[in-house]
């Protein structure tokens, strides 16, 4: 089954670092979503992006929709402890039942206090 | 502040052994979906629902079974398990309109 490539698989930071992430797809999505899961919880949604290019904050965390519309970025700035967690990206595709997302794999977020 | 809530929160089968995972969500949302996480392949689709009596297949569904016989509940069916569902299973569910799909905390299920 098709799959987003996300990236890095894992990163090991210290409290008060930036942190970027990415996905990459072959294929185009019209939608980009950003989650981030706790241990033992579902994911919940961080960010939404509609349109090509475009840039959302949501506090410390940044996302934008690739303009080739295959990738898109998660930042966050200044890292707490409360950062861990497991972050992925989801995408839908274009024509594809709007509750149908494609999962990346994650990224494992450590922040050392 | 229900949402959506996944019954067991842990279960353990033996292999062939049946069961049913529930997902009950108290938004009145149209659409429900079942996810599987695996280590290192993100979440996968194993069914979703876009409405009562509606269900459709997603990527992974061989080995599960859905019905949708009212809009608050969706539960996934384990005929005869196997090792290889050993997973933590995540419902969601998403009303009209909304990007936001609201996920359960998950059932981790292991068949041995």
């Known amino acids: 089954g098709q799959q987003l490539n996300q990236s890095p698989q894992s990163m090991f930071i210290q409290e008060g670092e930036d942190v970027s992430m990415n996905c990459t797809s072959s294929?185009?999505?019209?939608?980009w979503l950003w989650y981030k899961q706790d241990p033992g919880e579902g994911p919940v949604l961080l960010i939404a992006?509609?349109?090509?290019?475009e840039l959302t904050s949501n506090g410390r965390l940044t996302a934008q929709f690739g303009i080739t519309r295959k990738d898109s970025f998660l930042n966050i700035s200044a890292s707490i402890p409360s950062d861990v967690g497991i972050y992925f990206c989801?995408?839908?595709?274009?024509?594809?039942?709007?509750?149908?997302?494609?999962f990346g794999t994650g990224t494992l977020l450590a922040v050392q206090p | 502040n229900a949402g959506v809530t996944q019954t067991p929160k842990f279960q353990v089968l033996k292999t062939g052994q049946s069961m049913t995972l529930q997902c009950a969500q108290d938004m009145n949302h149209e659409y429900m979906s079942w996810y599987r996480q695996d280590p290192g392949m993100g979440l996968r689709l194993i069914h979703y629902s876009v409405g009562a009596g509606i269900t459709d297949q997603g990527e992974v569904p061989n080995g599960y079974n859905v019905s949708r016989s009212t809009t608050e509940d969706f539960p996934l069916r384990l005929l005869s398990a196997a090792p290889s569902q050993t997973s933590v299973y995540f419902c969601?569910?998403?009303?009209?309109?909304?990007?936001?799909?609201?996920f359960g905390q998950g059932t981790r299920l292991t068949v041995v």
């Open positions: 294929s185009i999505f019209n939608t």
């Open positions: 969601a569910s998403k009303g009209p309109g909304q990007t936001e799909a609201f």
């Open positions: 989801a995408g839908r595709l274009p024509g594809g039942a709007t509750n149908k997302l494609i």
């Open positions: 992006l509609y349109k090509a290019g």
